[in-house]
């Protein structure tokens, strides 16, 4: 597929991830405040601040026509994980 399929994938896999992170971090931060503790991000909310980060890395990543000096690598690897 084209390198525009590609990136559609991962961005909406980033939107999902983003979603998921937004929910249950607000969750988490009303749970410390109902409780009365200061939050702290459960390995959870880490977690998807990691899959975050991957992803819009990812999305981010040039090709060879938009100026890399090499592909990244073959789409199925990149979207094993969403397929």
Same mark, same amino acid.
């Given at each position: /597929? ?10 909406? @896999? $980033? %939107?999902?991830a %983003? @979603?998921? $992170?937004?929910?249950? %971090?607000?969750?988490?931060?009303? &749970? @410390?405040? %109902?409780e009365?503790?200061?939050?702290? /991000?459960?390995?959870?909310?880490? *977690?998807? &601040? &990691?899959?975050? $980060?991957e992803?819009?890395? @990812?999305? *981010? ?8 000096? &090499?592909? /990244?690598g073959?789409?199925?690897?990149? $979207?094993?994980?969403?397929?």
């Amino acid at each position: /597929p084209a390198v525009e399929i590609v990136r559609r994938c991962l961005c909406r @896999a $980033l %939107e999902q991830a %983003e @979603a998921e $992170l937004k929910k249950t %971090e607000s969750r988490e931060r009303k &749970q @410390a405040a %109902e409780e009365d503790y200061s939050y702290s /991000p459960t390995g959870k909310v880490l *977690a998807l &601040q &990691q899959r975050v $980060l991957e992803l819009r890395n @990812a999305v *981010a990543v040039q090709y060879k026509h938009e100026g890399a000096i &090499q592909n /990244p690598g073959p789409w199925r690897d990149r $979207l094993r994980e969403w397929l």
